[in-house]
């Protein structure tokens, strides 16, 4: 009676160390993923962050500024004003 109960206990304890290793096993695992999934989507944040705006900012300058083929001037493309020739396309 006191043998089986014994090996019953150290069964137990035996399946709850497995079961409280595997749990720290996968809390490990898990927060690794964790981290990698949060360094990832912080890194594409930041790089995002940091060229889009960049980026949009430039091609929105380039596509709004126009070269004056006549005077030379850098004219906004939207609402762009004569320099005063006659030759000049864009008209005030
Ligand atoms: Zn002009």
Same mark, same amino acid.
């Given at each position: 009676?006191?043998?089986?109960?014994? +090996?019953?206990?150290?069964?137990?304890? @035996?399946?709850?160390?497995?079961?409280?290793?595997?749990?720290?096993?996968?809390?490990?695992?898990?927060?690794?993923?964790?981290?990698? $999934?949060?360094?990832?989507?912080?890194?594409?944040?930041?790089?995002?962050?940091? +060229?889009?705006? $960049? @980026? @949009?900012?430039?091609? @929105? %300058?380039?596509? %709004?500024?126009? %070269?004056?083929?006549?005077?030379?001037?850098?004219?906004? $493309?939207?609402?762009?004003?004569?320099?005063?020739?006659?030759?000049?396309?864009?008209?005030?």
């Amino acid at each position: 009676m006191f043998g089986f109960s014994l +090996t019953k206990i150290l069964f137990t304890v @035996a399946v709850i160390i497995i079961v409280w290793q595997g749990y720290k096993w996968l809390g490990r695992m898990q927060t690794r993923r964790d981290a990698i $999934a949060r360094e990832g989507a912080r890194g594409k944040g930041r790089g995002g962050r940091a +060229t889009a705006p $960049a @980026a @949009a900012s430039s091609s @929105a %300058e380039f596509e %709004e500024m126009v %070269e004056c083929p006549v005077c030379g001037d850098f004219v906004p $493309a939207r609402g762009a004003v004569s320099c005063g020739r006659g030759e000049c396309p864009y008209r005030g």
